[in-house]
Each structure stands twice: as C-alpha cells, then as structure tokens.
C-alpha cells in the first residue's frame, strides 16, 4: 500500500512538469456550489459526488473534478493564452449496484492537472505530447479519439434539423443514439394524440406540447434515412488501431463522404504535429468512439494512459472542450483542453 | 435466539402473521395494541420484533434482526449492495407494488420512455433547467433511467404526496411505487408503457451471517428453503 504521501511527493514532481511547461498554479476550492456541478452533469454526478449541505450556502459538493471550477476561474478572471495546473484532492463515491465490489475503487483521489486555454492550432498535441513526456517510464499505453469527428459525421447526415439535433444530442449516450437511428431510417408511422380526459395540469404548458405534436407530424412525413447512412456511421465507429492504419481507414471512408473530410484532415494535422515532437504516431491507439460513453462534456480530441492492469482506471485522462466554456462562460468561449494524470496510480506503479 | 423482525402496524402486519399462520406458526401482539412487543407460538427461539417496515433492510444489515420481512423495493433503495449481506429467502405473494413512472394525463403526446426523453429534453430548452422528477426511491430511479440512457432530468425528493407534486408544480413527473393505480388517476397522472422499474412485494430476508443450523430449522418448519 503506497501511503498519501508517497502520492503526495509524486502530485509535486508533477505539478513541477507542469510549471515548466509554463502553467501557473491554481488552488481550486473543495467544497463547490453544487447547482452549476448539476445543472452542467445532470443526475449522473449525483450518483458519484458527495453532496452535503451548508446553512447559508444551499447544496455544496466536494469537488467532483478541477475542469468546471477551473473553467469558472478563467472565465472570471483569466487572460488568453493561459495554462494553469493544480493538484489536489477529487472525491467520488460508488453506488453500488447489488453486490458490495470486493475492491471499492478509492473514493478520495489526488489529481495533477493542466488546461490550456489558446486559440492557437497545435494545442492538442502540445498537450499530448507533455503528458507522453511525462507518463512514457511508466510504461503506459495511449489511446486517442476524436468527438469532432462523430459530430462532423451526424452532422452531415441529409436528415430534417429536428432529427439531426436529437442525434447530436444524444452523441454520448450509444443505446439512445442507436434507437434513433434505428427509427429514423425505417419509415415513420404516424401517430395518433387522442383528446385527453384529464385538465392541463402541471408546468409543461399546452403550446409546448402543440409545438412538439406539430413537430412529430411533420416527422412522421420525413423519408427513411438510406441505409448506407447507417452502414458509414456503423463503419465510422469501427474505426479503431494504430494512428497509421486507422488514418488509411478514415481516408478511405472519407473518399465517398465529403462531410467528415475535414475533420479527418484535422485529425491528420495533429498526428503530424505529435510525430513532430518525436511520439511514434503508430505506438499510438486511434479509437473513433473513444470518449463516446464516459466523457460527456468533451467535443474534441480526447486522450487517454493506461496502464497494464485490465482492471484499473486510465492513468491519465483529457480532452477538449469547447463548448463547455461556452456554457460556464455566460455568453464567453474560449477554445480549451486540458488533462489530468492521477499520481496515486503512479506512485503505485512506482512501488510494485 | 432467531429474531424476527415484521412490520408493526397495518395490513402488512396482518398479512404476514396470516402468512406465518399458515405455516404453523403463531405470531401475535402481546398486550395492548399499542405496544410495541410480540409473542411466537408454534417454534422454539424464535423472537418477534416489531419495527417500521422501513427500518426493517437496515437492522437486518446490521444484525440486529437474523429474519425480517419487508418489501423488496425497501431493500433495493435503501442498502447499497444488499446482496453482499442479505438473502431474499421467499416471496410472501402479498404487498404486491410496482415501482412506475407518471406523466400528466394531459400529456397527449407522452406515452413511453423514449417520448419522456424528448420532452425532457424540449423542457430543458424552453425552461432553462431540467424536467423535474419526484420521487422518494433515488437510487432505484437514478440507476434505472441511467441504464435507460435518459439525460435532462432532475429527480426532486419528495417523500409524501408524490402525486401532488406535478398539480402543485414543483415536478413535472413522478416515481413512486403503485398497485392498483387509483391515486394515480385521481391526481391526473397516467403511468408510461415500460415495463415497471422494479415489482415489490412483502418478501421474507435473512442477514447472510445468521445462516447456520438454528436457521435452518426454522426455515425448514416454514417450509421455506435457504
């Protein structure tokens, strides 16, 4: 058992990388309003964050993650470009389905991260190639996607916007993605609405309903959407191995579909950009759907390190995520990825 | 010493001493109906405790109970993990309640899962924050409408007059548990297509650590098997 302060040391070594590299430290707050934390991750965070309660504040939550308060802070207060770093402690907590896990995976954590707020191309690799840096001795594995690409892709989908957005919408969650799909390319069947017994009651007023009904009728006059949409999309998701082979693959399919050729050439720039700081492109794993179930609020490149063990968490995590500062921003953006690497795992590696 | 643990008042109580009746052995209230202590006729060691049926998954995890009898919603919300401590030994066939989602009556165009999802999401846009759900089973809901892929919700506690909560606004759905759906459509609601989150019923459980010989014996005089 490597003891907190092992972990502690490591965190340090770390954040020191991290200063180097050029990012000022920033010491995030433990206990964060909860509301902004639930309004952005739903009820999924409630399962996994510690909420408690203060008299005056309302709701607080012991910090799930850095990425919202260090978004928060930049927004408020930042200059561009900017990278920051912090480390400190995360605390989730495992609801169990019915059985207790002989193993509970740590419910309090030590996190090193780094953001990176730039307009400037080539951040994605700056950042990939720090973290390769630094995680290259203990032997870890890295595995990399692309959300652009999936949205690129359903975006060009010949689709009416009301279908379009609900699959761009539910991009993270592959069950209800798929169901929709599904749906959307066997031919609709209209529905009936029949006149309600009941009073209106309730918040969700009538004209919301009309509006939707109205939509729902229109829906059901769309045509299927042709099964080769499907048969690409099926294809695009396969898409996983060296950066190299699943570049050729990318090209390929982007030979007859013009609507996800930027993003592969995207995809291509950065591949050169992370060959340019002497990473062998084909050491490193390309997965089209990686990010696409745990890591909702990213929408760009995402990374991630493993480790050997099967059964542990990535070492090492990140990704890009634009559209989150938008939200946090209050009517600001600012392009921004970042990471985190969890120095516990490491100091583990380090002992065994 | 075998301790028994059985819901302390109502139908329920009935109901589980008929269950136990029937199968030879005679519980009863000692003393005035509004005593709390019981009496077994009919088995050596066993004792009767008498507790609030939703007391009754946590004295059973904490030992303080070897038997208990509860329904099987109470177990699975309240006792993360319950399989690692508990045995369900037998369904007592009364009790019966299903867990279920409910939607305004009004809602014509709100008939499963998949309708909720997209005016959850519609909700959200139109009000800024995200469809309200009440409910006072968190767990089993959270954990049902996440396997179900269903985001732009919030569930609101609501550990009372559930179904009020969508008249008085301070939900817009509810889940709670029903059997025969009465309240339901008296306050307007109607329950969606799926399938129930989980059917309940009294069911009769053991702490894992109480299994051994004393058990058994009484198990096997109700001819129930561990």
């Known amino acids: 058992m490597t003891s907190k302060r092992d972990k502690q040391v490591l965190g340090q070594k770390l954040l020191a990388a991290f200063r180097d590299a050029g990012a000022v430290e920033i010491a995030p707050d433990i206990l964060l309003p909860a509301e902004s934390l639930l309004d952005l991750y739903g009820e999924d965070i409630r399962a996994r964050a510690y909420v408690t309660a203060d008299p005056i504040r309302g709701e607080m939550m012991l910090r799930p993650d850095f990425t919202v308060p260090v978004v928060q802070a930049h927004m408020e207060n930042g200059a561009e470009p900017a990278r920051y770093c912090y480390l400190g402690e995360v605390f989730r907590k495992q609801d169990m389905g019915d059985t207790r896990p002989e193993n509970p995976r740590d419910n309090e954590y030590l996190q090193a991260g780094f953001e990176l707020f730039s307009r400037e191309a080539g951040a994605d690799a700056e950042i990939f190639a ?82 939707r009904i109205a939509r729902l009728r229109a829906d059901a006059a769309t045509a299927p959407l042709p099964a080769i949409w499907s ?93 989150l500062t938008a939200v946090l921003g209050k009517g600001r953006a600012i392009p921004a990825v970042g990471g985190i690497i969890r120095p516990g795992l490491l100091a583990e590696l380090e002992a065994t | 010493m075998i301790r028994l643990g059985v819901p302390s008042k109502g139908r329920l109580m009935e109901q589980t001493f008929d269950w136990f009746a029937d199968r030879g052995v005679r519980l009863s209230r ?58 369900e030994l037998a369904g007592m066939g009364f009790g019966h309640a299903d867990l279920i989602l409910a939607v305004p009556e009004c809602w014509r165009d709100c008939d499963t899962l998949d309708d909720l999802t997209s005016i959850a999401r519609d909700f959200r846009a139109t009000h800024g924050f995200r469809l309200r759900i009440a409910t006072k089973y968190h767990r089993l809901v959270r954990a049902w409408l996440a396997s179900h892929e269903v985001a732009d919700y919030q569930l609101v506690d609501s550990q009372g007059a559930t179904e009020g909560t969508v008249a008085n606004q301070t939900a817009e759905a509810i889940a709670d548990i029903t059997s025969s759906g009465e309240t339901l459509r008296a306050n307007n609601l109607k329950i969606l297509s799926e399938e129930p989150i989980l059917r309940s019923q009294a069911t009769l459980f053991a702490n894992r650590a109480a299994t051994g010989p004393e058990l058994d014996r009484f198990l096997s005089l109700l001819g129930v098997n561990a």
């Open chain 1, 130 to 211: 720090l973290f390769h840096r630094l995680l290259a001795s203990y032997g870890a594995r890295s595995e990399t996607g692309d959300m652009g690409l999936l949205r690129d892709a359903v975006r060009g989908l010949p689709l009416p916007d009301p279908r379009r957005d609900a699959l761009l919408h539910h991009i993270w969650r592959p069950l209800r993605f798929q169901r929709l799909l599904a749906r959307f390319s066997t031919p609709a069947m209209a529905r009936d609405f029949p006149e309600p017994r009941a009073n209106w009651s309730g918040l969700r007023s009538e004209s919301e309903m009309v509006t």
């Open chain 1, 231 to 323: 048969e690409r999309l099926e294809r695009l998701f396969a898409v996983r191995g060296p950066a190299p082979e699943a570049l050729a693959a990318l090209r390929e399919l982007a030979s007859d579909w013009s609507g996800i050729a930027p993003a592969v050439e995207r995809i291509e720039t950065r591949f050169a950009a992370i060959a340019n700081a002497g990473i062998d492109p084909a050491q490193v794993v390309f997965d089209a759907s990686h990010g696409r179930t745990t890591m909702e609020y990213y929408d760009g490149f995402t990374f991630s390190f493993l480790a050997g063990h099967p059964d542990w968490p990535p070492l090492a995590t990140g990704g890009r995520y634009d559209a």
């Open chain 2, 30 to 87: 000692s003393g005035s109906d509004r005593e709390y202590a019981g009496r077994v006729e009919g088995a050596e060691d066993v004792s009767l405790v008498l507790l609030s049926a939703g007391e009754i998954p946590r004295e059973l995890r904490a030992g303080r109970i070897e038997l208990g009898v509860t329904g099987t919603d109470l177990v699975r919300e309240k006792l993360a993990g319950w399989r690692s401590d508990i045995i």
